[in-house]
């Protein structure tokens, strides 16, 4: 069974420029994740789809990032004008049941540097 | 403000040795506990969880400690090993006001078991 996989692994734009980043969740998970890792701080919290409903969005930064999930199955995460504190890494995760102790399965990440 | 802390950025130890993983957290409704273990260029995979309600969880050589008057926990590897140098983050789970619930990470400390 394929995991939750991510794409790009790696992205360099400059300052002012868009970038999407895909996740492909686990096949039949409802429920996906994106976090952001800063400089080795800590796995910060961005949105929640349930399917194809945005749950939780309540850690996206500010208006520059957009995530969209259009049929439940894989999310892009857009970033449009990337700042160059929009640096870091971008997990994304699934799970399949919605209770407290579900485990969720991450993805390799992406590394968005922003120059 | 960071609910999840991990204080120690990195943790040394020999072969053989015991490693114990600290973790403190601020809000009293979490009411899930979990630890992920990061290899370098991958995403975090679940190691060993814990519900608010016991005080101990014991998987192989990793027991995870909770002490909810402190709101602390921890995790204790024996015996450690080679492989087992990784990052490992902290994580707690409550239900959100959205009806979701969220995780919350720790910024990660850094194991190295040295043979």
């Known amino acids: 069974e394929a995991g939750v996989t991510q794409f790009p692994s790696h992205s360099v734009i400059e300052k002012g420029q868009t970038v999407t980043l895909r996740c492909d969740p686990i096949s039949g998970h409802d429920n996906l994740y994106w976090y952001r890792r800063v400089m080795g701080k800590e796995i910060k919290f961005l949105l929640h789809f349930v399917k194809e409903s945005k749950q939780d969005e309540s850690g996206m930064p500010n208006n520059r990032f957009l995530a969209e999930r259009t049929g439940g199955t894989y999310s892009t995460l857009k970033v449009q004008p990337a700042e160059l504190e929009d640096s870091g890494v971008y997990f994304c995760a699934s799970s399949q049941e919605r209770q407290l102790n579900t485990e969720a399965f991450f993805g390799q990440g992406t590394r968005l540097t922003v120059v | 403000d960071q609910q999840v802390k991990q204080n120690s950025p990195s943790l040394s130890v020999q072969e053989g040795r015991i490693s114990i993983l600290n973790c403190d957290y601020t809000?009293?409704?979490?009411?899930?506990f979990l630890w992920y273990k990061k290899y370098p260029a991958e995403g975090p995979t679940f190691l060993i969880s814990?519900?608010?309600?016991?005080d101990k969880n014991e998987d192989g050589r990793f027991t995870v400690f909770l002490n909810k008057s402190a709101k602390h926990l921890s995790l204790h590897i024996v015996p450690s090993q080679p492989g087992d140098s990784a990052v490992y983050f902290c994580a707690a789970s409550a239900f959100g006001r959205t009806g979701g619930f969220k995780t919350i990470f720790g910024a990660g400390t850094r194991l190295f078991v040295k043979a």
């Open positions: 809000n009293s409704m979490f009411d899930y």
């Open positions: 814990i519900s608010s309600i016991k």
